[in-house]
């Protein structure tokens, strides 16, 4: 079983001037973000295939047919506002942009905040920090402590994106991602056919993918319903096991 992934992508608040904490000066806040990508005609997540500093170049994934394919020049992150207004409940405002241009390329984006972190200055000089995992409780005490720190054109105009990250998705999440598939059987010859977007096909490979098995027994109700003049119809949903592409 080949190894599939998730991305995310960080966004940093930087604090002018840095936040002086104890023993410690913060240059600033951070979050990373996890994505999930999804094909808008299919609706199945799209994972990625390799944990490799290329997956980091606009976006590579491993479509449902097995072939590669790139999202032109993007990543995942230019279609996610993430910045900082002080009038905000909670300061952090996200805002979905380029939706157009996502939606042209056929895709549409969830994401969820994975982790928080402080970023500490490493010396007196102030200028290499360290980042360190927090909790979402802390992250936000120090926002609301320093707002004026944050308050600054960095942030307010939208925060920057300066590293990715990788999430393996385990055998039990995959478990998560079925596939289905709807199935007709015609009771005059046995013949079996299989919904697609458009129709059907007697090819299963061909087949259009389903990942809510609830809409799939829509589609399944619908066809036989629309059909019923043809003669009996038997249906069935076919759940595809999960395989290497």
Do not use: W
Request: with cysteine; glycine share 6%; proline share 1%.
């Amino acid at each position: 079983m080949k190894k599939i992934y998730r991305l995310g992508y960080d966004q940093v608040f930087l604090a002018h001037p840095g936040i002086k904490m104890g023993n410690e000066v913060l240059a600033g806040l951070s979050i990373t973000i996890k994505y999930k990508l999804f094909d808008l005609n299919t609706n199945l997540e799209i994972p990625f295939s390799d944990k490799d500093q290329s997956i980091g170049k606009g976006v590579k994934y491993i479509s449902e047919d097995g072939k590669y394919a790139e999202i032109g020049d993007y990543y995942m992150s230019n279609f996610l506002k993430c910045s900082f207004d002080k009038d905000y409940e909670g300061y952090v405002k996200f805002e979905e942009i380029n939706k157009e241009k996502l939606e042209q390329m056929g895709y549409r984006l969830e994401y969820e905040i994975s982790s928080y972190d402080k970023d500490v200055y490493t010396n007196d000089s102030c200028i290499c920090s360290e980042s360190e995992n927090i909790s979402k409780e802390e992250f936000y005490k120090i926002l609301s402590e320093n707002i004026k720190n944050f308050d600054n054109i960095d942030n307010t105009r939208g925060t920057q994106s300066c590293s990715y990250v990788t999430y393996l998705i385990e055998e039990d999440e995959e478990e998560d991602m079925k596939k289905y598939v709807v199935e007709i059987v015609v009771a005059s010859n046995q013949k079996r056919l299989y919904l697609t977007e458009g129709g059907c096909t007697t090819n299963i490979k061909k087949a259009k993918i389903y990942r809510n098995i609830r809409i799939a027994e829509e589609k399944l109700i619908g066809f036989c319903f629309k059909h019923s003049h043809s003669g009996a119809l038997q249906g069935t949903i076919i759940e595809i096991k999960n395989q290497e592409e």
